[in-house]
Nanobody, 118 residues
Framework: VQLQASGGGLVQPGGSLRLSCAGSGSIYSIGVMGWYRQAPGKQRESVAGVVDDSPYYSDSVQGRFTISRDNARNAVFLQMNSLKPEDTAVYYC??????????????WGQGTLVTVSS
């Protein structure tokens, strides 16, 4: 199983970006899908996640970011609005993937850099 993330880039404060992450390989089903980020010199932190159709967000992005998933495409998205310089980080997607009815594992995407700067 591989996760491919895309959509990062340079954006001015107040701008928007949309991140995408698609899973491929031997996928039976996917449970939790989520996004994490890691800023320079800081630990990786959870940004948002979605279980079935129930999303959750960190306090720092609540009201600005929206997570969504497309189960048919094994994909998760993160719409980021009103971006701030403190949102600058490498963003990673994470999925709990079942490769059969009796086993699952956690997979990470390769990371995509988001830079918010004027």
């Amino acid at each position: 199983v591989q996760l491919q993330a895309s959509g990062g880039g340079l954006v001015q404060p107040g701008g928007s970006l949309r991140l995408s992450c698609a899973g491929s390989g031997s996928i039976y089903s996917i449970g939790v899908m989520g996004w994490y980020r890691q800023a320079p010199g800081k630990q990786r932190e959870s940004v948002a996640g979605v279980v079935d159709d129930s999303p959750y967000y960190s306090d720092s992005v609540q009201g600005r970011f929206t997570i969504s998933r497309d189960n048919a495409r094994n994909a998760v998205f993160l719409q980021m609005n009103s971006l701030k310089p403190e949102d600058t980080a490498v963003y990673y997607c994470r999925m709990v993937v079942a490769e059969s009815s009796s086993s699952n594992a956690v997979y990470w995407g390769q990371g995509t850099l988001v830079t918010v700067s004027s």
